[in-house]
């Protein structure tokens, strides 16, 4: 009989993801090699000449991504950025990953080569090459991509946020949940954050410009600001304050709002996926270029917008 206190709850969603990561991380034994664990967006092991980052994501159809909606080569690019991002997140740059890959048996050949193409571009973009992996047969197709990087200092961690910290992000933020909400309505414009959704463009060089700046905590904006903030926040032990004001809410992300009658707002502070970059500064940190301040660290807990806590889902959660 399974006495681990998380197998009292009778299904994941009651469980909910992170406690299910908890769980997991709770019965497996480390090791001294593993300098950093689970619980950031990467891992750091030691080697015997230094120490690599290792980080691995899992896509799947219909869940990540769906054919009737996006290229091969986008699903490519999406896989590769979401593991690509991690990395820059600890500071670091990524030098190689492997792909498992599942599909059903009549799928089009040509599909799996122009997705593996897409991928392959991506990892380019900061040096990386695909170096192996693994295929097998499933009834949808899913992609789960292992990536090992190297950081040329101390990786930026999630639990460094002191009081007094700025927070400051870089990168398109927003669109690509604009993009979701207009593909799951059957339309296709505004192409600009359709083309957001379908494929991501992270600030990659600007994990290690702001771990060369001092950054004291870094995350990778995957699953909703305000949720990846709340990650921040937990594992530093301080509270996190966003400004509304700071964000400048781009025309597609105005029109998509008033034609679905939604605060447009909300797709810069609840959605994930276009691998934004937060990081926390101290007070007197010279920011790197790109980087604007959207919020401020201060003593104890969670995440608010203007001092007041935001009301609804602030983030996607798997098994919900």
Request: aromatic share 4%; no cysteine.
């Amino acid at each position: 009989m399974n006495t681990h206190p998380a197998a009292a709850a009778s299904t994941l969603a009651e469980l909910g993801e992170f406690a299910l990561i908890a769980a997991v991380a709770g019965v497996a034994p480390t090791a001294e090699q593993v300098l950093v664990g689970p619980g950031d967006d990467a891992a750091q092991i030691r080697t015997t000449t230094g120490s690599v980052l290792m980080s691995t994501d899992l896509l799947i159809e219909g869940r990540h991504f769906r054919r009737d909606w996006s290229s091969a080569a986008d699903v490519g690019h999406k896989a590769a950025a979401a593991n690509l991002a991690d990395i820059a997140a600890m500071g670091g740059t990524a030098t190689a990953l492997t792909v498992g890959f599942a599909a059903p048996p009549d799928l089009d050949p040509g599909w799996a080569i122009e997705m593996s193409a897409g991928l392959a571009e991506e990892a380019a973009l900061v040096g990386a090459a695909v170096v192996g992996g693994d295929v097998t047969a499933a009834d949808q197709v899913m992609i789960a991509v292992a990536l090992i990087g190297e950081s040329l200092a101390a990786p930026v961690l999630r639990s460094g946020a002191r009081a007094g910290d700025v927070v400051a992000a870089i990168g398109r933020i927003g669109w690509a949940a604009a993009g979701y909400h207009v593909l799951a309505r059957g339309f296709r414009s505004p192409r600009v954050v359709v083309s957001a959704h379908r494929r991501p463009d992270p600030p990659y060089a600007a994990g290690p410009a702001a771990a060369a700046a001092g950054a004291t905590a870094m995350v990778d904006v995957s699953d909703g600001l305000l949720a990846d903030l709340g990650h921040v926040a937990d594992a530093s032990g301080v509270a996190i304050d966003v400004r509304a004001a700071a964000f400048e809410i781009a025309e597609p992300l105005q029109a998509v709002g008033a034609a679905l009658g939604v605060d447009p707002l909300s797709f810069i502070l609840t959605g994930g996926d276009d691998h934004t970059l937060v990081a926390t500064f101290g007070p007197d940190a010279e920011l790197p270029a790109g980087f604007t301040v959207i919020g401020q660290v201060a003593d104890g807990s969670g995440v608010t917008i203007d001092g007041t806590t935001y009301e609804g889902e602030t983030g996607h959660a798997h098994f919900r």
